[in-house]
Structure formats: structure tokens, C-alpha cells
């Protein structure tokens, strides 16, 4: 959308800050209208904005009411609410209560300018075309107003699972494939795909805690497709991974000399996420001094490199992960309480497999998929003894474990066919445990077998047997680069086979077309400059050599892609 179209309205009852906020946001292009008071804000929300920016404390009553109401009646607006210095619980409630963002007193204005823009990044065009009319409720109360959904409305629409595994026409194609990359689709899995869709439209920092191997990283890449900062980069961070010393460096960045060993200008995370998602993997394993620095870079919004006297702008969404539990972490002195708050703003439970085991037949198809190409089998054949043998199991290291022993039966296996005896090497690691037997997934729509109960189910032992078709369903054409899995009943083989993947052809007849040619081009590119320029720690004229451009060229590209750069990034 044209970003100077935009409708806004402030809400304060400081006249001084309130003509501060209207001049800065108008000289930003905006169209600005403002109130004094909750009463006000009421009346002037009978028309429609883009943004309502509001104090907290009003004469008349809380900021807070008025996110509620507008919430209540299903308005479009994003919502960023100013709140008192160091008041962290008002701007965590706010976010909880569905507050695009929130800024802390006193507001720094090149702050108000970047929360504004962001807010205003991928709303629809016809929504801030006018100050449109909404029809007035009687009550004072902000009108409902049936606008255009956000592609994070429409995901959260199509998350219902069948839908969402069989994305409709969407306007992030990008958005719809990562939820379909999250394979599953039993009750946990569909609600998970639902709040993913649900918790990403706004800057609230989520925290996703799951087992190891549950796909937290997949949860994580799936929230950042479907917001609205998708075109922008998805920074993934193992905390866990990086030394001691050099962890300030890497999150902030430092200058050349700052450490032995810097020998140029270097950004860190938080400037390579600009404008997009810095996802913070295994956050526990932080040491408590970083976590301090962290804490920091949230509540001030802005690092300083290493070496350097210059505070820079943070304008990122941050996604943390975990498989420990962090609020025991805290209590036992490990985590910082502060921190916890700050991050788990938005928490994201992934359940272990174990929980949903009838997700096995989908992710078996799934993972397959993804060896078939490199098995050097036209097919794999699974067979039904195999499916019942691994429906037995636990799974501790939940779909990685899955991933790890298919693909050792896969190597193993002399003829492209999975039998019950390749698993019998691969002990299960723990004991069948006697849980009440989970309800089947309802009608799978690309299962090519489903896990049920057998009569007079008890448990995971003996009580399930394996529905089998004779052929896998193809799976639903989704955007590139998933693969899908073609096979047909005419492919069933005389095995009797319980699954039959085939490797993907590569050919280009078969790759699905996508929906949005221009948007698709532009995301290739997008990652490909990237990758070119994290190469070459962002030396413009080293990533176009790589890519074969000249300086001119790859500067429009990166300017024509809003690709963030250091700020004096070299040539
Ligand atoms: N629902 C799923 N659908 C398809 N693949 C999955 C799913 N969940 C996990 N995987 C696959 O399992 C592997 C492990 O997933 P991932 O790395 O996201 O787990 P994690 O929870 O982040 O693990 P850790 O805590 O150890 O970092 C990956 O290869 C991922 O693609």
C-alpha cells in the first residue's frame, strides 16, 4: 500500500505530545486525526484509520479500552499504544490483548516512525485510501467493520487444517507453503497451525516451547512467512551454537578493531534482521550476562556494535524458542525473570509426536518425499508392517528421530521397499506407554494411510491397526519449493505396498505454477542478493561480482528489494 495514504489517529491528552506525534507523522506523508480523550477517539473511530496510536492514561478512562473495543468489533486498524517509562506488564498486556506494538515513554521520535511504518507494512490499499465511514454502533463503541483480511486473517481462515494443507488461492503464497511444510494434521497440529496464523500479524514477541525435534524452527519460519514483515529476512540464531566471547559481537555487530580478530566492520543479527524476524533458537542456553544485553536491546530498542559510539534502531520481530522449560530455568536462578516476561509474550506450544501419533502417515509420506530424490530408488514402497512397527514407538527425538530412522531404512534397504524387519535393528528407546489412544485425525486428505483405533483400543501396543489404501493420494499442489509427492493407484506396486513415494521428477512440467509470478521472482532474488552479500559480509561490489552484476546493477536490486544493508555498508 501507498504508505502516504494512511490514516492515522492519535490519542493523547498532552496537547504538546500530541501535536509532536501529529507533526512527525504528517510530515511522514500521513493523513493525522486526533482526540483527547477515549470519548473522542469513540467518536472519531466511526471512520475508518490504518493506525490508531494511543496513550495509555486518558482523562476519561485506559488506551486499553479502546484496543479492546476495536477488537471486539472485528476493525482492521493496528494498534500501538504508548505506555509509561520501565512499564513492561502494560506493554505486555497490550500485545497479549492484540496491540500491533507498543512504545515506551518518552517516545523517541525516529522510533514513532519506524513502529508507524511497520504497522502500515502489508495492509490493504483500499484500506487507507480514506478515512471511510464505518456504520455507527449506538453505544459509542468503534463500529465493526467487515474490511479486507490480512493475508494473516485469510491463513488463520485456511488453518483449519485441510484448508490449510490445500492452500487456496492466498496472497503470500509463501505464507500458505510454510504452514503446509508444518506436515500434520491431527487436532494439536491443526490448533498449532491456527495460532501460528492467528499470533503473526501482530509485533509481539512469541515464544515456542516444544520438545527437541518437534519443529520449532519450522513454527518459527512458518510465523515469520505469514506476517507481515515476510518479504523481509527471517534471521535463525542458535544461541547455543556460538562462543562466549563473541556472542555480543554477533548479536550487535562491532566495528573493525573492537576485538582481536575483527579486522573489518561487521553487522550483527539484529541489523540483518531489519525490517524482518531474528528467531533466537535454544534462547536458554543464553548466559546470563548476554541475556542482560539482550533484555536491554528489547526494552531500549536499539544496539550499540561492539567498538562503536553509535546506537542503531532494533526494527525487528523477535521469535525465541526453546525445548527447556524456561520458567523453571527462571526459577532456579538461570533465566532472567525480566527477560521470560519480555519474550514469552506470545507462547507457542508444539506437542512431542507421541501426542499425535496419527500424524505418522503424513510424515512418513512427507520425510520420504524429501529422501526419495536422493535414495536413488524411482520409489519407495512402504509396507504396512513398517507403518504398524513405527505407530509402536515413542519417538523421544519426536519427527527428527522419525526423520534419522527413515532415512537409515531407507540406506539400508537393498530394494527401495521399507519392511517391518528394517526396524529391528532400531530399538525403540523407551516403553509403549498405555495412554488413552488419541482421536484419528478427521478424513486426512492427502494421508495415504491413517492411523485408527481398533476395536477395543487400549493402547499404543497392540490396539492400532493401519488402514491402508493401496496407493498415496497425491499431494495437494502447493507453491514451490515444497515438493509433492505425485503417485497414482496405477503406481500401486504387487508388494501390496501400504505407501508408495516417488522420487520427485525435477522436471520444470512439474513444478507447481506459482500463483504470483512477479512475488515469487522477486523472493528468489530476494534470497539469492542475500546470501550473495552475507557472503561476502556485505561488500556490495564483492556479492555483485559473485553474482555477475556490476555495482549499478545489484545497488537497484537492493534498493528495489528493500534488501537491509549496513548502514555504511562498503562498496
Ligand atoms: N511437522 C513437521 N513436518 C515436517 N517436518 C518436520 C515437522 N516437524 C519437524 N520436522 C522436521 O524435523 C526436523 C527437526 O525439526 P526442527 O529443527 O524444526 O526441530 P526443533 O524443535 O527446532 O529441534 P531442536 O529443539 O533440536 O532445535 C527438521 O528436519 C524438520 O524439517
Known sequence: MSETNAAILVVDDEPDLRLLYELTLMREGYRVESAETVAQARQKLQARFDVVLTDMRLPDGQGMELLLELQAAGRPERCIVVTAYGSAENAVEALRAGAFDYLAKPVELSQLRTVVASALQGLPATMSSSIATAPPTGDGSPAAVHAPATPADRAAQTAACADAAQPAPHDTAAGAAALVRLVGQSPAMCAVKARIAKVARSMAPVHI?????????LVARAVHANSQRAAGPLVA?????????????????????????ATQDRIGFFQAAKGGTLFLDEIGDLPLAMQTKLLRAIQERCVRPLGSTQEELVDVRLISATHRDLAAEVQQGRFRQDLYYRLNVIELHIPPLRERLQDLPDLVQALLTRLAADSGFAAIHVESDFLQALATRTFPGNVRELENLLHRAVALSEDGILRASALQDDSPASPVPQAPVPAPSPAPATAAAAIATAPAATGFGTSYAIQIPMAVSPAPPVPPPVPAAPATAASAQPTGAAMIVRAPDRSADDEPLPSDLQAWLDAQERAILIRALRAVRYNRTAAAALLGLNLRQIRYRIERLNIPTEPDARE
Open 209 to 217: 516451547h516444544g520438545e527437541s525435534g518437534t519443529g520449532k524452527e
Open 237 to 261: 540464531v542458535n544461541c547455543g551454537a556460538i562462543p562466549e566471547h563473541l556472542l555480543e559481537a554477533e548479536f550487535f555487530g562491532a566495528k573493525k578493531g573492537a576485538y582481536t580478530g
